[in-house]
């Protein structure tokens, strides 16, 4: 019994022990039960809507969840001290204590810095404080304002070193020159490379500027040249507007604008010229060149132009995907008659995560649809300034008025131009790309990207039975349909690591890309019995000769570029930076010696501001010193056939009998040069970028050498030696050396006014050091052949080795004579007031500007905000080729003369020879855009924003130049030429709308 009553002892004792620990444990688990509870609130943006996404994660815990589609969220917390934190894309992170509350309500406020921190660079991305290239980065609410028509002209007067020149032509694009010239070569080859959400090489043409979140210019080649050999004029990458996480977008936005000529050259009316010739003792007209009439051709050939344009977006992203779509329409009215643009952009865009987001795939399909009318411009623009105002553009019985005895420099009818000769253009490009990411392992990702984009051109041009350019040819049509194909893969890793105080990023990839142009046809013919179908119908022409059949003669060229390429980027205690890449690049388009070439960069950065010893210097916010070197090549505008023997009809080459039959003759029009390659460019730069009172004040300073050897450039040479009289061959060296400077400021911040400013200013000198290599040398290379009343033989620019590109060779003017007569300076240091030899030419002064400036500043008041921009180049030189070939007094009875010309001698009769009188200063400064906007924010959920503005483009302009406008084009291999091909510029007056829904 003992025995027994001693276990059910230690049974109890056992039981008692666990009964007391379980009713430890409840009491315990009741008083972290009783500490624990729920936490509910809405997450909202800065304008009181719902912020789905948003994550929110209890710290003591580390659990997290997102809020819903309307904002709300649903945590457990385990006690009063707990802390939540919301964490949400774009926005700055925000941590709330809970204390005894119950629900949390929480205001995410937008994070200017990150979203303007991040920098697009090749193959990736990186925070602007990790930068040691050369890279601006303009976001989407700094771009310029107004009738824009293509995305370029968002950047205008933005970035130190890029000029972009503006045409007021609609169908024509700007010309872009990044840190000077450094080909002698025109169009493509001098433009920079455009990379558009990761695909090298994508038109332009298919964005629309709303639908555009930022661009970032590369400018060293320690920047380009994991670019390769089409980077050597800078790289400007695109990133198209996407949704953010959790957010679904709808936005809307249009513009109606008016354009007007913003000057006309002043020349006389019918009155003032006749009172000129009777003045002068000159007959009287006959009624073929005098009705009695004063007519303005300037203003009959112009219109008030009217544009217009509508952007509608649409985007979501979710929790595994994100989409998205977008159209665009814009007309653009040219402000003279017949000449107008009218695009329609259609994008559509869907990317997928899967398996905890280590796979991403996605596809982009993008449609633009381009038509352009056009006139014949070559003959238009210089006939309303030429042709003489005395008569008027119409018969007695409604036909055009011509009198085709007449010579001169205008001798055809300009509305008979306009109307009787057009020319119509459809462009249509399809570009789609997809892509696939997958994370391998941590830090590892393999991506591949593949696209392909279509281009089809269409252009149609006819000349009626009564245009004066083809006269007795019973209407001309032309007609020709090409389409180029471009086929793009990229396949590349990216291992991304931090291991302590060491950050480590590499890239390692290959591309392929295959164009294919020009696949298609084109060919004119004439006689149409009317001009009803204009060009529709060619079977319907009845030409009298073979002859009058030409067909276009251009190739089908495929060209392949096959590409390696390889980037390091190491960083140690978030002071010092280094990186380091390589791109292989070999091509078809080149002699079968080079196909193949090698651009290796090398760049550091030094974080100063990170180091212990600047504690001491608060004032200072930022400051980082760059240094880079790199290689980038420019095979822009080549094509499979530049380095290749080519054999057609030579130039004047006419058909001829063969065996009974007429045939065309064949021969060699193209030299093989086995030894071509691209141009090679080398930059070396250094830069400070720095911030002052917690970067109130930013900006950078950058310091470049850039060395361009192996110049392409087509030349003369012997026929006994060579197949044809011109090869094309690398036969020069060039430099451009220059400085940028770049200040931004926040001058006034309150809670209510906010002024932004920001300054940039470069200056580029530009030599040619050689013109020679190996057994090609040239001592010079003449260019710039104006033409006009026996100086069709003579060039006005020219190339020579210690010069700039767009040096000016002239005739010296020497004033007049005592007779009124002009005078110039011969070679041997005498005088004459005949028109002097081609070897009396002087040297003097370049088209290149010493300083090219932009000025912007934003102004935040409430709801209001007011936006201007003012610009221009100073030291430059344009000769004014259109006033010389006005100031004609002793053809005023075959062509009309400017007011200019009233102060002129009559008995001058060298009045017009293009000389150094007509060199004039290209400096300017104007008003380019100014903008006022009011924005309202209403506190309901359909509309997140409305925003209304009024802008103006070209507002005024300051410059002593007599032209039409100073801003011509300084790129290509002729610049600062204005010689009766101007565009009229033009004024142009905007309202416009945002909605955000």
Request: aromatic letters at 10%.
């Amino acid at each position: 019994m003992e025995k027994h009553y001693r276990s059910i002892f230690r049974l109890w004792q056992r039981s008692g022990k666990t009964i007391c620990a379980f009713v430890l444990m409840f009491v315990a688990s009741s008083v972290a039960f009783a500490q624990q509870r729920t936490i509910k609130g809405t997450v909202t943006d800065e304008t009181n809507l719902p912020l789905p996404g948003v994550v929110v994660t209890v710290k003591s815990t580390g659990k997290a969840t997102s809020t819903t589609a309307n904002g709300i969220y649903q945590v457990v917390v385990s006690g009063p001290d707990d802390v939540i934190k919301f964490t949400f894309l774009g926005s700055l992170p925000k941590e709330v204590t809970v204390g005894d509350k119950k629900v949390v309500n929480v205001t995410m406020v937008t994070d200017t810095k990150q979203l303007k921190d991040v920098v697009v660079i090749g193959y990736g991305t990186a925070s602007r404080k990790d930068v040691t290239g050369a890279i601006t980065s303009v976001k989407a609410d700094e771009f310029n304002q107004g009738v824009l028509t293509t995305p370029a002209e968002l950047l205008q007067g933005k970035v130190a070193g890029l000029n972009i020149t503006k045409s007021g032509d609609p169908n024509k694009p700007p010309a872009t020159v990044l840190r000077g010239p450094s080909t002698l070569r025109d169009g493509a080859a001098i433009q920079p490379f455009y990379v558009i959400d990761g695909v090298p090489g994508a038109s332009i043409d298919l964005l629309a500027p709303a639908d555009i979140e930022s661009i970032d210019v590369l400018k060293d080649a320690s920047s380009t040249a994991i670019y390769g050999s089409r980077a050597a004029n800078g790289v400007i990458i695109v990133t198209t507007r996407r949704a953010k996480a959790g957010q679904t977008r709808l936005t809307y936005s249009a513009y109606g604008a008016v354009e007007n000529v913003s000057k006309n050259i002043d020349v006389l009316t019918g009155d003032e010229l006749r009172k000129y010739l009777t003045d002068n003792g000159v007959p009287k007209l006959s009624t073929a060149d005098d009705d009695g009439s004063n007519t303005n051709w300037q203003k009959l050939a112009e219109r008030t132009g009217y544009s217009q344009n509508h952007n509608l977006s649409y985007g979501g992203a979710g929790t595994n995907s994100e989409y998205g779509a977008s159209v665009n329409y814009m007309k653009n009215n040219g402000i003279l008659k017949n000449t107008s643009l009218e695009r329609t952009i259609y994008k559509g865009y869907i990317n997928q995560r899967f398996f905890n987001d280590r796979l991403k795939l996605g596809i982009t399909l993008t449609n633009s649809v381009t038509k352009n009318n056009d006139i014949f411009q070559a003959q238009v623009l210089p006939g309303i300034l030429f042709y003489l105002p005395t008569v008027g553009p119409f018969n007695a019985d409604g036909t055009y008025k011509e009198n085709y005895t007449r010579t001169g420099s205008g001798p055809l009818n300009p509305l008979s131009l306009i109307n009787n000769n057009f020319i119509k253009t459809e462009n249509n490009k399809t570009l789609i790309n997809g892509f696939a990411s997958v994370d391998i392992l941590n830090g590892l990702k393999f991506t591949v990207s593949a696209s392909t984009q279509k281009e089809q051109n269409n252009v149609n041009t006819y000349s009626t039975s009564q245009s004066g350019i083809y006269v007795n040819a019973g209407g001309v049509a032309v007609r020709s349909a090409y389409t180029n194909t471009s086929n793009v893969l990229e396949a590349y890793f990216n291992y991304d690591r931090v291991f302590g105080k060491h950050s480590l990023k590499l890239l390692g990839g290959y591309s392929y890309q295959q164009d294919r142009n020009n696949d298609g046809f084109g060919v004119q013919t004439q006689g149409f019995s009317n001009d009803a179908l204009t060009y529709n119908f060619l079977a319907l022409s009845n030409p009298t000769q073979l002859s009058q059949i030409i067909f276009n003669p251009n190739y089908i060229s495929t060209l392949r570029q096959i590409s390696f390429y390889a980037r390091a980027q190491y960083q140690f205690s978030d002071k010092y930076l280094l990186q380091g890449s390589i791109r292989e690049d070999g091509s078809s388009a080149f002699g079968v010696n080079h196909r193949h070439g090698y651009f290796p960069a090398a760049s550091a950065g030094w974080k100063i501001t990170n180091e212990d010893f600047m504690k001491s210097v608060p004032v200072i916010s930022d400051l980082k010193l760059r240094a880079g070197y790199g290689v980038s090549g420019n095979s822009l505008g080549f094509d499979a056939f530049t380095a290749q023997l080519i054999y057609g009809v030579p130039p004047g080459g006419g058909k001829f009998l063969s065996n009974g039959n007429i045939v065309n003759p064949i021969g060699p029009v193209r030299n093989p040069n086995p030894d071509l390659k691209w141009e090679s460019t080398a930059t070396t730069n250094i830069g400070l970028d720095f911030g002052i009172l917690n970067n109130r004040i930013t900006g950078s300073v950058d310091y470049y050498i850039k060395k361009t050897s192996d110049l392409i450039t087509t030349l003369q040479v012997s026929t006994t030696q060579y197949f044809y009289q011109y090869l094309t061959a690398n036969v020069g060296k060039m430099k451009n050396t220059g400085i940028e400077v770049v200040i931004n400021a926040i001058p006034v911040k309150s809670q209510a006014f906010t002024w932004r400013t920001s300054l940039n200013v470069s200056h580029n000198k530009n030599v040619v050091e050689s013109l020679s290599q190996g057994n090609l040398a040239l001592p010079y290379i003449q260019t710039a052949q104006l033409g006009g009343k026996g100086q069709s033989g003579n060039f006005s620019q020219i190339i020579q080795p210690g010069y700039a590109l767009g040096t000016f060779d002239l005739w010296h003017y020497m004033g007049k004579n005592a007779n009124g007569v002009s005078t110039f300076q011969k070679a041997d240091g005498s005088v004459v007031a005949t028109q002097p030899l081609t070897t009396d030419q002087f040297i003097k002064y370049d088209a290149q500007p010493k300083l090219i400036y932009g000025w912007s500043n934003s102004f935040f008041y409430k709801g209001f905000d007011l936006n201007f921009l003012v610009r221009g180049v100073y030291g430059n030189k344009i000769l004014n080729g259109t006033l010389a070939s006005l100031n004609n007094p002793a053809d005023a009875k075959l062509q009309n003369i400017p007011r200019f010309t009233l102060g002129e001698s009559f008995k001058d009769i060298n009045a017009y020879l293009v000389s150094d009188r007509f060199l004039e200063s290209g400096s300017y400064l104007r008003l380019d855009n100014a903008t006022l906007g009011y924005t309202i924010k209403p506190h309901i959920q359909a509309i997140k924003s409305l925003r209304f503005y009024a802008s103006g483009n070209n507002i005024f302009i300051i410059t002593k130049y007599r032209g039409v406008d100073p801003e011509v084009n300084i790129g290509g291999l002729t610049p600062g030429i204005d010689n009766r091909d101007f565009y009229p510029k033009t004024r142009t007056f905007s309202l416009g709308m945002t909605a955000s829904f």
